[in-house]
């Protein structure tokens, strides 16, 4: 067969064409999942991604810390049942493929598709996996700032703040009084408060004290695990423990970091340590990309975690609304694995599992004596529901009480390496 000119230049053209095309002649990009946050959660789904996907995704971490301080299990180390190296974990999700970006999330252009970073570079998504954690809200009790969480910590972020609040506690002296300014709802880790109340009535009571007191004012006028913290306070520290809910305190009026005071309607509490826990909010830059609604916190697919504000982004763990879920480093574990699932089947084509999760919050209340609570959930009619739940029995036997606790050390043992290695 004779191939005229006119069919030559013809043919190289097509040619031309054909290798032009992306993922005939030349090899498709891999798609790009970034992930902003690098504890519970944007750990966990960034791992569980790459390495799923068996180098099919390319993941990119943004955190700027080299090293996590876990806010879970903080609460030991201020009962001095944990060092505070023991809370501490590097990074170590290279392995698998992860690129770890070590700088502040600046903004999300989400038209772009892109993550500014703080030194003003950009960095592209196919899809965005924000995990962000919370913010306080420091105007929500009168006269408290940030300024003032130096003098009266709220030890709700991890790492200077729970040595400060550590440093504090230790110092006090026999007659001392704490204040602790309980948060409303919702907030980071429901039983947390109540744990540290404990294991800083554990603290005074190992130093011999026999006059020194803890007063709760709460904004609500219950907790989770209540019944259960109030027998241990009872059992375990007789007189140390005065929690008051609105009824009997009237309303928080405000905190006077430089005269150590906490006034409510009816009075004027002079303090020797002041642990103010505000009220929060979605992490900042979840809030300037627009993704939370009213309540300050983003809203999601409950079968996914997917923003139901933008498509291309996935949202879980302390900034979502994740229904009946609390806000634990268990839950953002678990829906984080649920993320990955959904991201890698968007993504790759893979085969994806209906989603469910899981969460149990452990709260220790004296040396070898811890409860929980916990259940399992699924996406029911728009939201995460709870089908299955537990909880500690008041009354129960201290053998019982004793193996929850070992049991509360083999998780974080086990969730740390899930999340970290």
Same mark, same amino acid.
């Given at each position: ?82 060092? $505070? ?52 809200? $420091?105007?929500?009790?009168?006269? =408290? ?151 300050? =916190? ?78 399992? =959930? ?11 739940? $537990? ?31």
């Amino acid at each position: 067969m004779r191939i005229n000119r006119r069919q030559f230049s013809a043919g190289l053209l097509a040619a031309a064409g054909v290798v032009g095309m992306p993922g005939v002649l030349r090899a498709q990009a891999k798609p790009r999942v970034v992930v902003i946050g690098g504890g519970p959660g944007g750990a966990t789904v960034a791992k569980y991604v790459a390495r799923d996907s068996q180098g099919a995704v390319e993941v990119t971490m943004i955190e700027p810390l080299e090293t996590f301080v876990t806010c879970f299990h903080s609460n030991l180390y201020l009962g001095d049942m944990r060092s $505070f190296e023991s809370i501490c974990h590097g990074y170590k999700l290279g392995s698998y493929g992860v690129k770890h970006v070590r700088q502040f999330a600046a903004a999300i252009d989400r038209d772009k598709k892109e993550v500014k970073l703080a030194d003003g570079s950009a960095v592209p998504y196919d899809r965005l996996v924000m995990a962000p954690g919370i913010d306080i809200k $420091f105007d929500s009790v009168p006269g =408290y700032s940030e300024a003032a969480a130096e003098i009266m910590p709220h030890g709700w972020k991890p790492g200077a703040q729970t040595k400060l609040v550590k440093k504090q506690l230790d110092a006090l002296q026999d007659g001392a009084t704490i204040v602790m300014v309980a948060p409303p709802n919702p907030y980071r880790c429901p039983p947390g408060p109540y744990e540290r109340v404990s294991v800083m009535a554990k603290v005074l009571k190992a130093k011999g004290h026999t006059r020194s007191k803890i007063i709760v004012l709460d904004p609500k006028d219950k907790f989770s695990k209540m019944a259960l913290f109030q027998e241990c306070w009872q059992k375990h520290y007789p007189g140390m423990v005065e929690w008051m809910d609105p009824k009997m305190h009237g309303g928080i009026k405000g905190v006077d970091p430089q005269a150590m005071t906490v006034t409510t309607d009816f009075e004027t509490i002079k303090a020797d340590m002041v642990n103010v826990i505000p009220a929060q909010m979605a992490g900042k830059i979840a809030r300037e990309a627009g993704l939370v609604n009213e309540t300050g =916190y983003c809203p999601i697919d409950a079968t996914n975690m997917k923003s139901a504000i933008d498509p291309n982004i996935y949202v879980l763990g302390d900034a979502s609304i994740a229904g009946a879920m609390p806000k634990s480093a268990f839950a953002a574990n678990s829906q984080a694995k649920v993320v990955a699932n959904a991201v890698r089947g968007e993504l790759t084509g893979s085969r994806t599992f209906p989603a469910r999760y899981a969460n149990t919050c452990w709260s220790v209340v004296a040396q070898d004596d811890t409860v929980k609570i916990g259940g399992r =959930y699924e996406p029911k009619d728009g939201k995460i529901a709870e089908i299955e739940g $537990f909880v500690s029995k008041t009354g129960e036997d201290a053998g019982i009480r004793l193996q929850t606790s070992e049991e509360n050390m083999g998780w974080y043992a086990g969730i740390t390496a899930d999340i970290f290695s």
